[in-house]
């Protein structure tokens, strides 16, 4: 904290996933001092987080520590703590209680990024999260594995034949491609994993339902895709419930309500919340600084070059902002991890063409990778750049995509093992219930 | 629950950790119906759990669900759920409440076999163990992960010196095998792991205090492999304090008072507490049906051959027991893995025994395969049939038995892999802040 480095250019990052992160790393070079701040200590990989709700992975093998992640990034610094919010005419970020039990006040910066992330997003019906966790922590994951595993356990103990149905019973909701993956997962589970495990009752008589408010899954994929990930759910044992909404999540039961139907009440012990999606509180936060409306999902709409409207020194990126596309429209991307990478290093690029003094730069271009969401063993879809395809083709451009991607060659090998032992032993060795 | 599955003869073991899973497997060919009961769904392989609580290893990655390793064996019947107390004289384990929220009364056995554990004993001080936790269970493990981590995260926002030394102060108490694994590694992770990660202050300034009321480490070691392991945790950095009693445990503090000494006061952020160790409440509950009295650390003495005085058809094996030498006293058994699966393995062999009419057999004898602790990096001390030997050898051995006694392939090869990789890279992957 000499006199020196005062003078450098100083870049705070709000959020280690992976637009944060990428923005980070993309600045190693520039003659900046950054500084990312983030409430947890780890970088999480979220495309495999349904992966430890089901018991094929532990949370250490999709996650890196931040620190760990930086440490040869001389320019990065990693704060740990909670930002509570910005006062952009002063150029800080406002923190909150911080690790060591104080508060330690507030950072100054002179360009900010703002890559938040996003949450689950119940509608309005808050009283559904106690009986419908969603998959966006750690914790998240670990409270659905513990949910999944004891609604088998209390299955086998049940004498009950309608209670016992109501534990086989599961319901997850959203027929996006973190719904599609869960429900495919909890459908092998039963057929495959458990089938030995129980002496008093058959898994594979469990029900797994995928509730969608459409009228297809992966409705944001292209062409026959969802139609083919559809009947590959069907041969797993999934039951997709289309055009039908959640009316009300209680304690053990479920109603649901097909297009133009009578809402009907479901008994079930396991509701899975993979349906909507509420940007980070921060958005808002940013949005109240800067006079601008957040969306209905809490999403702020920035400029095409990622900058807050009025602040050109703020960008926000990731999956609490909407790309404008400089015509009144935005760019409608994806929230998954390729356009916040994107965005990222979008954004260092920017920072770097500011400080070499060109004021304005091109805006940000997104190049679609392509999607791909697997559904179980062997079955997958994906379009890679138009070239759509499923299957065991899919299934292994997924697999190897995945490792690939994967932060740290420890993660990587490690699931490189457990996922080759899997496919041998039909096995998932994480199945643990703990906490709780 | 046919009339034909009645008549086999039915064996409750209660228990699934080293003694209890061995008994069960062992008993893979009898002519038995086993019930296995645990209010855990895994095993656990505790002489790695140092591990998780040092971000080496992931809880997955030492636990393997009873119902997997079980579930070829079609005579074994696992129930989760929680044992209350015993009804000797009715042959009942009598449960608590169960997975499926309903309280589901006893199970009758004609042959039980009681190895419910040990936990941590604070000699009294209860208060202490919520500032100085112990290792016994994975939630534990994270627990101490937690803060092990969060100290430094806090070292690094403290701007005063005094308050920065008593986060960057760890002090492990008690000098057995748990206690120098962890402060080895914990010195480790100051002076390797973490030696690039913070920009404000030097993780290796951390001070690593091992407190052992006796005159040496290890005492259960003979020979001169007591004097190796504290020369070795000295190169390593931990501080060791031999003949130092904690004489209380508060916030921020912990008071050490060396023999003839005055009381000191030392502040500190982190105390692990690897002291004392309790025989599980089971213990007790069944030496109250039987009429006898627990030692002090609320163990059980049983007959030479594991039974219970007065109840040839209840074994007690495990850390809960003291095994008779027939002769008055006991046969001073370590609380370790060996003698709990020997123990099991032995039970077994009795009970098949009795039902081909054997009605008297050999007492249990214990075969000594020796005694390891691995301190740091290359660095363990081994003492295998009367062969004693440290450094890297003894270190070499030590990894290859404890993978090989690992339950599980998958688990196998998913820590040789982080093993390899956390030598070459001194990196340990699993380093997480969660929960809390």
Same mark, same amino acid.
Request: aromatic content about 6%; overall charge positive.
């Given at each position: 904290m000499g006199a020196d480095r005062v003078t450098a250019h100083r870049v705070v990052v709000v959020g280690g996933g992976f637009a944060g992160?990428?923005?980070?790393?993309?600045?190693?070079?520039?003659?900046?001092?950054? $500084? +990312? @701040?983030?409430?947890?200590?780890?970088?999480?990989?979220?495309?495999?987080?349904?992966?430890? &709700?089901?018991? %094929?992975l532990s949370p250490?093998?999709?996650?890196?520590?931040?620190r760990g992640i930086l440490k040869r990034q001389r320019n990065a610094t990693v704060l740990l703590g909670?930002?509570?919010?910005?006062?952009?005419?002063?150029?800080?970020?406002?923190?909150?209680?911080?690790?060591?039990?104080?508060?330690?006040?507030?950072?100054?910066?002179? $360009? +900010? @990024?703002?890559?938040?992330?996003?949450?689950?997003?119940?509608?309005?019906?808050?009283?559904? &999260?106690?009986? %419908?966790?969603?998959?966006k922590t750690v914790e998240d994951a670990l409270e659905i594995r513990r949910r999944i595993l004891i609604a088998f356990e209390a299955a086998e103990l049940e004498q009950d034949p309608e209670r016992r149905r109501a534990w086989l019973t599961f319901v997850v909701v959203g027929g996006g491609p973190t719904g599609v993956e869960l429900a495919g997962q909890i459908a092998e589970i039963a057929r495959g994993t458990l089938r030995h495990d129980f002496r008093h009752m058959d898994p594979s008589e469990s029900r797994v339902l995928l509730v969608e408010a459409g009228d297809r899954v992966l409705s944001a994929y292209a062409g026959r895709l969802p139609a083919k990930a559809e009947r590959a759910l069907v041969r797993l044992g999934v039951t997709p419930r289309l055009s039908t909404m959640v009316v009300d999540v209680g304690e053990g039961s479920v109603t649901l309500s097909e297009q133009g139907g009578e809402p009907a009440p479901l008994r079930t012990e396991t509701v899975l919340w993979a349906a909507g999606v509420a940007a980070s509180p921060l958005a808002r936060a940013l949005a109240?600084?800067?006079?601008?409306?957040?969306?209905?999902?809490?999403?702020?709409?920035?400029?095409?070059?990622?900058?807050l409207p009025g602040h050109p020194e703020v960008f926000a990126i990731g999956d609490?902002?909407?790309?404008?596309?400089?015509?009144?429209?935005?760019?409608?991307?994806?929230?998954?991890?390729?356009?916040?990478?994107?965005?990222?290093?979008?954004?260092?690029?920017?920072?770097?063409?500011?400080?070499?003094?060109?004021?304005?730069?091109?805006?940000?271009?997104?190049?679609?990778?392509?999607?791909?969401?697997?559904?179980?063993?062997?079955?997958a879809v994906a379009d890679i750049k138009g070239m759509r395809f499923s299957g065991a083709l899919a299934w292994l451009t997924w697999l190897f995509v995945h490792i690939?991607?994967?932060?740290?060659?420890?993660?990587?090998?490690?699931?490189?093992?457990?996922w080759v032992l899997a496919f041998v032993t039909r096995g998932r060795a994480t199945r643990l219930i703990t906490g709780g």
């Amino acid at each position: 904290m000499g006199a020196d480095r005062v003078t450098a250019h100083r870049v705070v990052v709000v959020g280690g996933g992976f637009a944060g992160l990428s923005a980070v790393r993309a600045l190693r070079r520039a003659p900046v001092e950054v $500084t +990312l @701040v983030d409430r947890r200590n780890f970088h999480l990989f979220q495309p495999l987080l349904y992966q430890v &709700a089901t018991g %094929a992975l532990s949370p250490g093998e999709i996650a890196s520590p931040l620190r760990g992640i930086l440490k040869r990034q001389r320019n990065a610094t990693v704060l740990l703590g909670e930002v509570e919010g910005f006062d952009l005419g002063a150029r800080k970020v406002l923190l909150g209680r911080q690790a060591n039990g104080r508060s330690s006040g507030e950072l100054t910066y002179d $360009t +900010l @990024v703002v890559a938040a992330g996003a949450g689950h997003s119940y509608f309005g019906n808050d009283a559904w &999260a106690r009986h %419908a966790p969603g998959l966006k922590t750690v914790e998240d994951a670990l409270e659905i594995r513990r949910r999944i595993l004891i609604a088998f356990e209390a299955a086998e103990l049940e004498q009950d034949p309608e209670r016992r149905r109501a534990w086989l019973t599961f319901v997850v909701v959203g027929g996006g491609p973190t719904g599609v993956e869960l429900a495919g997962q909890i459908a092998e589970i039963a057929r495959g994993t458990l089938r030995h495990d129980f002496r008093h009752m058959d898994p594979s008589e469990s029900r797994v339902l995928l509730v969608e408010a459409g009228d297809r899954v992966l409705s944001a994929y292209a062409g026959r895709l969802p139609a083919k990930a559809e009947r590959a759910l069907v041969r797993l044992g999934v039951t997709p419930r289309l055009s039908t909404m959640v009316v009300d999540v209680g304690e053990g039961s479920v109603t649901l309500s097909e297009q133009g139907g009578e809402p009907a009440p479901l008994r079930t012990e396991t509701v899975l919340w993979a349906a909507g999606v509420a940007a980070s509180p921060l958005a808002r936060a940013l949005a109240e600084e800067a006079g601008l409306e957040p969306d209905r999902a809490g999403r702020i709409t920035v400029e095409p070059d990622c900058t807050l409207p009025g602040h050109p020194e703020v960008f926000a990126i990731g999956d609490m902002v909407r790309v404008s596309d400089g015509a009144g429209g935005d760019r409608g991307l994806p929230g998954v991890a390729q356009p916040a990478i994107q965005e990222g290093r979008y954004v260092a690029g920017r920072i770097r063409e500011r400080l070499d003094g060109q004021a304005e730069g091109e805006p940000f271009s997104y190049r679609d990778k392509g999607d791909m969401a697997t559904i179980g063993r062997k079955a997958a879809v994906a379009d890679i750049k138009g070239m759509r395809f499923s299957g065991a083709l899919a299934w292994l451009t997924w697999l190897f995509v995945h490792i690939l991607f994967l932060v740290g060659l420890q993660n990587r090998l490690v699931v490189f093992v457990r996922w080759v032992l899997a496919f041998v032993t039909r096995g998932r060795a994480t199945r643990l219930i703990t906490g709780g």
